[in-house]
């Protein structure tokens, strides 16, 4: 039982810095450009000399 009130607190921080993560990379722009990445590895920018 005292098991439980090291746990509780401790899932409740660890979920709350998780939203504070997903917060942050949407606020800071991680999901704008979601098909560019995926669009640019099929790109052949090799210049033959």
Known sequence: METFLILIP???V???VAVLALYW???SG???DLEGEAHRI???DDTLD
């Open 42 to 44: 099929l790109m052949d």
């Open 14 to 16: 660890l979920g709350a």
């Open 25 to 27: 990379a949407i606020r």
């Open 10 to 12: 401790l899932g409740l």
């Open 30 to 32: 991680q999901f704008d």
